[in-house]
């Protein structure tokens, strides 16, 4: 949880696809209690914190409007990660599965973390399945946490 803290808030922003942000919504969005949920151990409350206060756009056809610091995202994807792409600052951080898949077919994603973690699945969405082209990849760095999973960090060589 602290690395995927730190991920967040170096971003200036989150961009979702609609599916991650209601499942991320749901889930850590801070109750208008202004407590969090008794559920929530207090080692995820910085997580919980920095999501909840985070900038965020969505990527989304079907959703009406949004809120939780968040905007939409319509028409032309490319156009649009484009244009967010140049505003200043530290970038964008995308997540889920189908949007990223977008972003890499338009060559819009400037570094790809891969968290490796101990489990075999078998069953699940493959990330990245349907890629129209392949991306070459260097490591840039390189994380072990003592739980066994490895964060891997890539940038594309642009070749």
Request: hydrophobic content about 40%.
């Amino acid at each position: 949880m602290r690395h995927w803290t730190a991920e967040m808030a170096r971003a200036d922003a989150l961009l979702f696809g609609r599916v991650t942000y209601e499942m991320m919504e749901s889930a850590w969005r801070r109750p208008d209690t202004g407590t969090w949920p008794e559920w929530m151990d207090e080692w995820e409350i910085p997580f919980a914190e920095t999501i909840d206060r985070a900038r965020k756009y969505v990527v989304s056809s079907t959703l009406r409007g949004v809120d939780w610091n968040a905007e939409l995202v319509r028409g032309d994807l490319g156009q649009a990660v484009q244009r967010l792409k140049q505003e200043p600052g530290g970038g964008l951080w995308a997540g889920g599965v189908t949007l990223p898949l977008a972003l890499a077919d338009l060559g819009l994603i400037d570094e790809y973390e891969f968290v490796v973690q101990p489990v075999l699945a078998g069953h699940g969405p493959t990330l990245l399945a349907g890629l129209r082209e392949r991306v070459q990849l260097e490591l840039v760095d390189r994380q072990e946490f003592r739980s066994g999973a490895v964060v891997l960090r890539y940038r594309p060589t642009g070749q």
